[in-house]
DNA sequence: AGAACATCCTGCTAGC
DNA sequence: TGCTAGCAGGATGTTC
């Protein structure tokens, strides 16, 4: 489910409800969300009663930092989510399914909800080291990274793809990335004239700038919902992802499906070259 | 070096 | 209508 803009509009809404608040509880009912620890308990040890300086995202990773120095960090995966609810109106009744960690502060309940179990929770004493940039840093600083790996033999689609380049970028904005740019997903980074480099680049800040302003894709009904329950609309202005046999809205060709580095990866076979 | 594949899981859906 | 195989928005490790 999350990529970039799905895991920053987690953030924008738990920002304002954790920044300077205390945790007050901590409680996981599933080994796997936090099974980089022994017990959860380390976790609720740790940051029950200590204060939230800081909610950071990085890629897909959401980093609550501690004024004690206590790095929380959560990744998603395929299925992980999060909710909030006033103190007032939660019931525990109308729990969804799956609702793996419950913590509070004085107002706010939060639920991670996360049916496969590929996400989890796990403390750090110094935040994660990224080797990779950012969707959301500044286009100059991206362009030195596709420069870098203009002389690889490796897709467009991998290298989108690998959190060690461009951290952030999921199979949806991957398809949509390579769309925009009018660019196979399948070609050769070494392939790529400066020119198409340079198109690429531009690509990428023209999906990411829709996508946060969209607040995420909502493929289907039941997948992605922010914070408050509320679906995210960029998937109306897809281009190709999830769209086999529509029309592509530039020319009107028929959106194909492949496999391009071992996921499903939809095209224009007109537009994109 | 890089691609292909399996793996961790549950839920949805296309196809029979 | 009901079943099942295959696939899913991620990341990592192994094998070739």
């Given at each position: ?32 969300t936090t ?39 959560i ?45 989890e929770m796990w ?151």
């Amino acid at each position: 489910m999350p990529e970039f803009a799905e895991v920053e509009t987690f953030r924008r809404q738990l920002e304002p409800l954790l920044i300077n608040q205390k945790i007050t509880s901590f409680e996981s009912f599933h080994p796997r969300t936090t099974r980089r620890h022994l017990s959860p308990n380390e976790i609720r040890d740790a940051i029950v009663g200590s204060r939230v300086g800081e909610v950071k995202r990085h890629g897909k990773y959401i980093d609550i930092v501690f004024d004690s120095g206590i790095h929380l960090n959560i990744h998603l995966r395929m299925s992980g989510r999060i909710l909030s609810y006033e103190k007032d109106s939660y019931d525990p009744r109308n729990n969804p399914p799956h609702a793996h960690v419950i913590f509070t502060t004085d107002k706010y309940i939060f639920l991670f909800v996360d049916p496969r179990t590929f996400g989890e929770m796990w403390l750090t004493s110094e935040a994660l080291v990224h080797e990779g940039i950012d969707v959301l840093a500044p286009t100059a600083q991206r362009k030195k990274v596709l420069d870098a790996m203009s002389k690889s033999s490796r897709s467009i689609k991998a290298i989108l793809l690998d959190q060690k380049y461009t951290s952030g970028i999921g199979n949806i904005y991957a398809d949509e990335i390579c769309a925009e740019a009018q660019l196979l997903p399948s070609r050769p980074m070494n392939s790529l004239t400066a020119t198409e480099l340079d198109r690429l680049n531009k690509a990428i800040d023209v999906v990411r700038t829709e996508a946060i302003e969209a607040r995420g894709s909502s493929l289907k009904d039941k997948s992605f919902r922010d914070m408050h329950g509320e679906l995210g609309h960029h998937q109306m202005k897809h281009r190709v992802h999830a769209r086999a046999g529509k029309p592509c809205p530039n020319c009107g060709a028929q959106i194909l499906k492949t496999r391009v580095a071992g996921r499903g990866t939809y095209f224009c076979p007109h537009c994109q070259h």
